[in-house]
C-alpha cells in the first residue's frame, strides 16, 4: 500500500545556524528524498515561541528554551523554517533528527552528531523536528501562512504559480 503524503515542520536552531550547520543538515535530511515546499529565514518572537513550546510551559527549562529558540543564547536572533512534505514524512524526518537529548540520540543522527547539552542543561540539539501530524499540522499554521506553501496539504496537489511583481 502506498504511503499518505505528510507534511512536517523543521527548523534549524540558532546553535544550528551559528556552527555553519545549514548545508549539512539540508544534506542529511535530502536522504529522506522528500521534497522542501516551504522555506524561510525568521526572526522569533517570544510570543511565538512561547507558543511553539506551550507544551512544555510548566518545566523547569522553559524560560531558557525560549531564550535559545529565540537566539539570545547564540547571538543570532533567527532559525530557518522548512516544510518538508511526502510519504511518512513525519517518522523519516524525526528518525533522522534523532532523539531529543543529544547524548543519547544515536551517534549518526542530526542531534546525535551535532547536538550538546549546556551547562544550563538545556539540550542544544541544532534542530526541531514534528512529532505526529497533530503537531504537524498546528506547528506549520504557526510557523507559515497558507500562501508560503506550494502545495495543498490537505488534497496533495500542486498550487497554480501566483504572478508577483515586485515594485
Ligand atoms: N528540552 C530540553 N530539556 C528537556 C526536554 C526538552 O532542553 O529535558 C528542549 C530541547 O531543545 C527539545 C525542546 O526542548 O528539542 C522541545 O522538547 P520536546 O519534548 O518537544 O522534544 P522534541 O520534540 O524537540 O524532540
Ligand atoms: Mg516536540
Same mark, same amino acid.
Not at 14 to 34: A, F, M, Q, V
Given at each position: 500500500? &502506498? /504511503? &499518505?503524503?505528510? *507534511?512536517? =515542520?523543521? %527548523? #534549524? &536552531?540558532?546553535?544550528? %545556524? !551559528? !556552527? /555553519? $550547520?545549514?548545508?549539512? #543538515? =539540508?544534506?542529511? $535530511? /535530502?536522504?529522506? !528524498?522528500?521534497e522542501i515546499v516551504a522555506a524561510k529565514i525568521v526572526c522569533v518572537s517570544k510570543e511565538l515561541a512561547e507558543e511553539h513550546y506551550r507544551h512544555l510551559k510548566d518545566k523547569p @527549562? @522553559?524560560?531558557e528554551l525560549i531564550h535559545y529558540i529565540m537566539g539570545d543564547l547564540h547571538n543570532r536572533k533567527k532559525v530557518m523554517a522548512l516544510v518538508y512534505w511526502g510519504p511518512d514524512a513525519i517518522t523519516k524526518v524525526r528518525q533522522l533528527a534523532g532523539s531529543t537529548n543529544p547524548e543519547e540520540a544515536d551517534p549518526t543522527s542530526i542531534r546525535g552528531s551535532y547536538g550538546r547539552i549546556t551547562t544550563g542543561g538545556v539540550y542544544e540539539n541544532v534542530i526541531h523536528v514534528s512529532s505526529?501530524?497533530?503537531? *504537524?499540522?498546528?506547528? #506549520?499554521? $504557526?510557523?507559515f501562512s497558507p500562501e508560503e506553501i506550494i502545495v495543498n496539504v490537505e488534497s496533495g496537489s500542486y498550487k497554480e504559480p501566483k504572478p508577483k511583481i515586485k515594485k
Open positions: 500500500m &502506498k /504511503s &499518505k503524503n505528510q *507534511a512536517t =515542520l523543521v %527548523l #534549524i &536552531k540558532p546553535d544550528g %545556524l !551559528k !556552527k /555553519s $550547520l545549514t548545508g549539512n #543538515i =539540508l544534506t542529511r $535530511l /535530502s536522504e529522506t !528524498k522528500l @527549562f @522553559f524560560g505526529s501530524e497533530e503537531e *504537524a499540522n498546528r506547528e #506549520i499554521g $504557526l510557523w
